[in-house]
């Protein structure tokens, strides 16, 4: 990534809201578990439930009464930690319990394997792709002003 950067727009930093984003540094890596005791006080997951429940409504956090232990702990990372991790960082040890990319295997859905060998159907995802680098570093607005080949248009009849 920096080297993409470097080549394509002449520097390591990155104008980006209104952070300058720092390539230039090695990536942190950091625990999800040490964010959430660092920011809050609350060691997951040591940490009983009620107390997670209490510490989202003293902090306006809104949650599914039903929600697992996981779920709540991942609100409060969304809603008080990720908003603060501008420079590049790796959350790692994050708990497979709420990991989009955690599941179970199933068995092979041949009509799906069958459209990838035409195209790529509709996806998303929170992982740096291509289509997101460059939208950072072209300082566009959108990802679509970046994309070569929407994958969802429609048809010309």
Same mark, same amino acid.
């Given at each position: 990534?920096?080297?993409?950067?470097?080549?394509?727009?002449?520097? @390591?930093?990155?104008?980006?809201?209104?952070? $300058?984003? $720092?390539?230039? =540094? %090695?990536?942190?890596?950091?625990?999800?578990?040490?964010?959430?005791?660092?920011? +809050?006080?609350?060691?997951? %997951?040591?940490?009983?439930?009620?107390? !997670?429940?209490?510490?989202?409504?003293?902090?306006?956090?809104?949650? $599914?009464?039903?929600? %697992?232990?996981? =779920?709540?702990?991942? @609100?409060?990372?969304?809603?008080?930690?990720?908003?603060?991790?501008?420079?590049?960082?790796?959350?790692?040890?994050? #708990?497979?319990?709420?990991? #989009?990319?955690?599941?179970? +295997?199933?068995?092979?859905?041949?009509?799906?394997?069958?459209?990838?060998?035409?195209?790529? %159907? #509709?996806?998303?995802?929170?992982?740096?792709? !291509?289509?997101?680098?460059? +939208?950072?570093?072209?300082? +566009?607005?959108? !990802?679509? @002003?970046?994309?070569?080949?929407?994958?969802?248009? =429609?048809?010309? =009849?």
């Amino acid at each position: 990534i920096r080297f993409v950067a470097k080549e394509s727009i002449g520097k @390591e930093s990155i104008p980006f809201d209104k952070e $300058d984003i $720092d390539l230039a =540094k %090695p990536f942190r890596k950091l625990k999800l578990t040490e964010l959430i005791k660092e920011k +809050t006080g609350i060691d997951v %997951p040591e940490a009983k439930r009620e107390e !997670i429940v209490t510490y989202c409504q003293k902090n306006e956090i809104g949650f $599914d009464e039903d929600a %697992p232990y996981w =779920k709540l702990v991942d @609100e409060i990372f969304k809603h008080k930690i990720e908003p603060e991790l501008i420079q590049p960082t790796f959350v790692v040890e994050y #708990p497979v319990e709420i990991s #989009p990319l955690a599941i179970e +295997t199933e068995s092979f859905d041949e009509d799906f394997l069958l459209a990838l060998e035409y195209g790529m %159907p #509709p996806a998303g995802g929170m992982g740096l792709g !291509i289509d997101r680098l460059v +939208t950072i570093l072209t300082g +566009t607005n959108s !990802i679509r @002003e970046v994309i070569l080949f929407p994958l969802s248009r =429609k048809r010309q =009849k």
